[in-house]
């Protein structure tokens, strides 16, 4: 029986020394993926943000569209009433100087009809003062003729009169005319750059949409993004709280069977047991406190070591590592991996560094990924994976250069050595 209370009480510290490793490990996912859960809500919270400004911009531009429409409307009401007024006016005026060419046609007449008159008049006194005597007939015939020629100048003056009249009534309607079809010009002129203004507020309006639109499918992916450490959150807390349970029902064994020992003995491997427990409780305590300081000062190393292969052969870099200020978003933006672009398709994605793999799945919105572990607690993330080799399964060992998988275009690379982050352009080697 002392054998095997001594046997219990050896088992007992190793059960609870090796579980808390693991605990720790679960604390290390947790508090991970919360800091990560917190920087996606920020995220989430500025480009909200940001909708909502481009929204208002967007409603902004369509109020002055539609008032630039109306504009163009009451501007083409005014054109067609001027455009009206004018063929009135032009109307007006073919009657008139249809008016003015007859009045001075019957003019040409009478001056012409006053001109023989006044011919014959001449003709009859010279005739009459070459005779010696007048007759009373050729003195009344002369009166007549004075009178007539009275009448015609009297007759003419008034036709000249009633012509000056409708020719300056003529000039006074066609300056009206050039006046009414110098605004019609200009009108037309503000009505096609009203037009040309709105073309372009609708250019805007829709480049102003693609941009909220893509804003929108940024939203989206963080979403899908945060719903996906969520559920990891979950899963892990949910394993974090079966494997303490675990652990207790392995405590409360141990402890009913040091009950069949003596008195003696049962008190003293109680003591033995609450000892390390309570110690060991402490131990959690502070390396949970450990790893939530750690994962709140997360920062980046300097590689120091040498260069190794690139995961491709032939790549550009599409987005570098580090914080930057993204042009669009206007948004500080911290990326803890780097995007390469590949220059073929279907492409060999290659392990850089020996390890083991860890992690090798399907993963919501970054596809397929494979996380190796390397020595110093060095791991390598590569997502964005289209396939992922057969052979490539957790606690798989994998050799520098072996293929994990292909890509058709894009490659992301992550590096990370005890909770901080390395630039992996300062691991991989150039492109051929």
């Known amino acids: 029986m002392r054998f095997v209370s001594v046997l219990w009480c050896a088992i007992l510290p190793v059960c609870l020394v090796g579980a808390p ?3 720790e490990d679960i604390e290390k996912d947790i508090h991970t993926n919360k800091q990560k859960l917190e920087e996606k809500a920020k995220e989430e919270r500025k480009i909200s943000s940001r909708l909502s400004s481009l929204g208002n911009t967007i409603n902004a531009r369509k109020k002055q569209i539609s008032s630039l429409r109306a504009q163009i409307v009451f501007l083409q009401k005014s054109i067609s009433q001027n455009q009206s007024q004018s063929q009135s006016q032009e109307k007006k005026l073919g009657s008139l100087r249809a008016t003015l060419q007859a009045l001075e046609s019957e003019k040409s007449a009478i001056q012409a009809y006053i001109a023989n008159i006044i011919i014959k008049d001449l003709s009859f ?3 009459l003062d070459k005779q010696s005597a007048v007759s009373p007939d050729d003195v009344m015939l002369e009166e007549a003729f004075d009178l007539l020629t009275k009448q015609s100048q009297s007759k003419i003056l008034a036709l000249s009169d009633k012509q000056k009249k409708i020719t300056d009534q003529i000039g006074l309607i066609t300056h009206n005319i050039n006046e009414i079809t110098t605004l019609i010009g200009t009108q037309q002129n503000k009505k096609e750059q009203l ?3 709105i073309n372009e507020q609708n250019l805007l309006n829709d480049k102003l949409q693609a941009e909220l639109n893509d804003y929108n499918q940024k939203l989206i992916q963080i979403t899908k993004e945060r719903e996906g450490l969520d559920s990891i959150l979950q899963n892990l807390n949910i394993i974090k709280a079966d494997r303490q349970k675990e652990l207790e029902r392995q405590r409360q064994a141990l402890l009913a069977a040091q009950k069949a020992q003596k008195e003696k003995e049962e008190r003293q491997a109680k003591e033995n047991a609450a000892a390390p427990t309570q110690q060991q409780s402490q131990k959690d305590n502070l390396n949970i406190v450990q790893v939530a300081n750690s994962y709140k000062n997360v920062s980046v190393i300097k590689y120091t070591g040498a260069k190794t292969i690139a995961p491709l052969e032939y790549y550009t870099i599409e987005q570098n590592f580090g914080p930057y200020f993204d042009p669009v978003y206007n948004l500080k933006v911290f990326n803890e991996s780097i995007t390469l672009l590949s220059k073929v398709p279907n492409a060999v994605v290659y392990n850089i560094l020996d390890g083991k793999v860890v992690y090798a799945k399907e993963a919501p919105v970054l596809k397929k990924v494979v996380i190796v572990e390397h020595s110093n607690e060095t791991y390598t993330i590569y997502s964005q994976l289209d396939k992922i080799a057969p052979t490539v399964k957790p606690g798989f060992v994998v050799k520098k250069g072996y293929t994990i998988g292909r890509v058709s275009q894009r490659l992301g690379l992550e590096i ?17």
């Open 195 to 197: 037009q040309k203004m």
């Open 21 to 23: 490793k693991k605990l």
């Open 125 to 127: 006194s010279l005739v």
């Open 416 to 432: 990370t050595q005890k909770d901080k982050h390395i630039d992996p352009i300062e691991v991989i080697a150039k492109s051929k």
